[in-house]
């Protein structure tokens, strides 16, 4: 059998959560494949809202396999927080979690290390998360890194201390932060003690295996295609790759075995932290988008920055990843715009159109030409079937349809796990 990919094409935020909630039943395991507790994918139903920041979006489904690959970094503390939370809503993960040896920790150090290498950027800061994330990635790139499968080393309380007090002198070169090392540091080594009693497998052998048995497979992606290491808008990025091709070295699986790529796009545009957004909307129209979307960062609580829809950008995730099926979430936020617009082309100071991203986009040397697109005015929340959309919203998705070279086969109308439309 081959894996299918799910991710986002934006900056994150495009509602990838509740996508897999609802493609998981199709697939017998759901495979997490980069980032870390940065991510926060968010599933409402029931009445209830729940935000998954390591664990794969599977697990609210009975009977289904989720695996943590080796691209992902864990923060022990935060991962069991999530365990005790699924546990205290009745859901059973102990036959159905399973974590990559391979897949890197996130020490407090390392939170120490994002904190005070932001801190120190002032103005030039990245937006981070604050998470040690980025830190966690590059002890990862610069061999120092501790793994998953170390945690059952005889030597790795040893080797903890020697990363530890790498990171000790590296951190004395900024000034003193606020920072209970000692506490987080007990914290830590209790939640190692609970993360042990989780499954640890090899998971380039673990995924074979369940392909050769003939189990489909959906890798569930984690932030968005603009901020990837090498194709998003550099610096402002996070520390993977979080497009399609990290797939491959995230779970260990090799191109051919990959089939279906959802590329999930919201029906506008929104970023969190620092970074070149070219159609943000510095205006009340970005406020109203704001609230009218309730755009605020499942992680961080910070608020998203907002604009319109960014064809060129679009495009250009789509040709990266290959995607095959076109998923667009939020459509009903523009239900309280009589009239809205997208980004059909970058302009250049010669007047010149285009339809390729900069190399830096953040480069002021080209403006974003619109195109008016005609509102509804009616409220979509309750709309279950294609043929119920009012012709506008139809004509704004057959537009895009056409624009992107990509079929739409889904359409988000609400938060909800039922405000789904499947085309």
């Known amino acids: 059998m081959e894996i299918d990919v799910l991710l986002g094409l934006q900056w994150g935020d495009e509602g990838k959560g509740k996508i897999v909630d609802y493609l998981a039943p199709k697939y017998q395991m759901v495979a997490r494949f980069q980032g870390g507790p940065n991510a926060g994918h968010t599933l409402k139903f029931e009445g209830k809202k729940f935000v998954l920041h390591t664990i794969p979006s599977g697990i609210f489904r009975e009977n289904l396999q989720n695996l943590i690959g080796n691209g992902v970094v864990i923060d022990p503390i935060t991962f069991v927080r999530e365990l005790n939370e699924l546990t205290a809503v009745g859901v059973t993960f102990e036959n159905r979690l399973f974590v990559a040896k391979k897949a890197h920790l996130i020490l407090p150090t390392h939170r120490m290390l994002d904190a005070a290498s932001e801190l ?148 506008y545009c929104t970023r969190v932290g620092s ?45 990266l990843n290959g995607v095959t099926q076109l998923i667009v979430t939020k459509m009903d936020v523009l239900s309280a715009f009589s009239d809205f617009a997208i980004g059909a082309a970058y302009t250049s100071e010669d007047g010149s159109l285009s339809q390729n991203l900069p190399f830096d986009i953040s480069d002021d040397t080209f403006s974003v030409s619109y195109e008016n697109i005609p509102g509804w005015n009616v409220p979509l929340d309750e709309v279950i079937d294609w043929n119920n959309l009012p012709k506008e919203a139809t004509d704004y998705l057959l537009k895009l349809e056409k624009e992107l070279n990509v079929p739409i086969t889904m359409v988000s109308v609400g938060p909800g796990r039922d405000q789904l439309i499947v085309k």
Request: proline share 5%; net charge neutral.
């Open 120 to 267: 120190a950027k002032g103005k030039e800061k990245i937006g981070s998360t604050l998470r040690g994330i980025g830190p966690a990635y590059m002890d990862k790139t610069g061999r120092n890194g501790l793994r998953i499968g170390d945690i059952l080393s005889p030597d790795f309380h040893a080797r903890y201390l020697s990363l530890k007090q790498k990171h000790l002198k590296l951190l004395a070169q900024f000034p003193d932060l606020p920072f209970d090392l000692d506490g987080e540091e007990q914290k830590w080594m209790e939640a190692i003690d609970e993360v042990k009693k989780i499954q640890f497998v090899d998971c380039e052998y673990f995924i074979a295996d369940a392909l050769a048995a003939g189990k489909r497979i959906l890798a569930e992606g984690a932030q968005g295609t603009m901020l990837d290491i090498d194709f998003g808008t550099y610096p402002f990025v996070t520390s993977s790759n979080t497009i399609t091709a990290g797939v491959c070295t995230g779970l260990g699986v090799s191109p051919q075995k990959i089939k279906e790529v959802y590329g999930i796009t919201k029906a």
């Open 275 to 319: 970074g070149p957004f070219p159609t943000e909307l510095h205006n009340e129209t970005g406020e109203k988008l704001r609230a009218e979307g309730g755009e605020f960062g499942a992680t961080t609580g910070r608020p998203r920055r907002c604009g319109w829809l960014d064809v060129p950008q679009l495009k250009y995730a789509i040709m």
